[in-house]
């Protein structure tokens, strides 16, 4: 039967269904759409234009009561979520277990927390259109491929005390471009810094570079606070593999030793086959502890959502950091199925280690520490200091 529309130009049309015998409108969705034109024919006598109806597939649980991910009572029906299912999150959601679903919709008005130690898989699409929506604790994580994700991942920051020269961190952002001036980091007391290994600097936030505006993807900060706190990163999830340049211009002890940081709100590897593969760089990486001491690390140790970590290069280059948790399964092939020493020394409750490789090659350079207080350990040879 024909039917005659009345429109503007460019209007978009769709169709719905209504049941006269119900006085309702079917739950049916029509799969196509029409474009408005004046003087328009869609379909002739004979060659009707079909459309088609399909019913939509609502999420297969929904999270209706605040409490615990793990509490069955908490779901519509009475039962938990398999990997096989789509969930809605329909209440306020404390994920207290690592979980794993197909498609997940944070409905608006409710959030969903991310407990420190545990770990969201999404394989299918994920919405949530609210940074306060995903909470993420420091030491969680969340594996998606959906763009367009809000969420807040926080920082757990303990205070600077002066008299140890304890507090410092080496943080990265896992949202894009984060804009600092908007960001809780900001407080009273604090310092936030970037090096710039070209003039070998630490540059202070609060010096006002008219180029340090937002955390920039891929780049780690160093950061120290007056107050224990949490703070938080904010904005949209990185979803794409990250660009970062690296240097080696300056020549003193720390030439070619970058900054990088982790983008992504799930743990990174350093290594053959990791999101940091690079032959450029040297093996191992340091990572800052909380008492300022600069500890080496291997390919086989995580490098943690929200982490940065200092790499050193020997080459100017782009340093790609792919959207991966794979873990490496080497640092060079010098040093494959190579047998290696880890040696530890301790004094007044700080550290320092060394690897000592039974192979050819030395790996990453020795660097002094953020606190001088700290053990100094490396393996001397051929006149350089080295950590790995």
Known sequence: MPISIAGLTGDLITFR??????????????????????NAVIGTIGNWFEFSFTTPLPPAFHFVVDGNWSDESNWQGGALPSSTDAVSIDADCILDITAEVTDLTVSDGFSMTIQSGKILTVS???????????????????LNESDNVKASYEKDIDAYTCKDSDGWYLVSSPVDEMPISESSFITEVYDLYRYKESTSVWENYRAGHADFTYFEDGRGYLFANSNTFSPAFKGDLNNYDAVFPVTCEAQNTLAGFNILGNPYPHVIYKGAGGAIDDV????????????????????????????????????????????????????????????????????????????????????????????????????????SDYAI
């Open 17 to 38: 269904i209504y049941d006269h015998s119900l006085g309702e409108e079917l739950d049916l969705e029509c799969e196509n759409t029409i474009t408005f034109e004046v």
């Open 124 to 142: 299918g699409n994920l919405i949530n259109a609210d940074v306060d929506g995903i909470i993420m604790e420091d030491g969680s994580q969340l």
């Open 280 to 383: 450029r760089l040297a093996a191992g990486y340091y990572y800052l502890s909380f008492k300022g001491e600069w500890l080496a690390r291997t390919f086989e140790t995580a490098i943690q959502p929200g982490q940065g970590v200092l790499v050193r290069t020997i080459a100017n280059a782009d340093i790609v950091i792919e959207k991966t948790n794979a873990e490496a399964i080497a640092e060079s092939s010098s040093k494959d199925d190579m047998k290696r020493l880890k040696i530890n020394v301790v004094g007044n409750g700080k550290e320092d280690c060394a690897f000592a490789y039974l192979c050819n090659g030395n790996g990453l350079n020795k660097v002094g520490h953020r606190n001088e207080t700290v053990p100094l350990l490396y393996i001397p040879h051929g006149g």
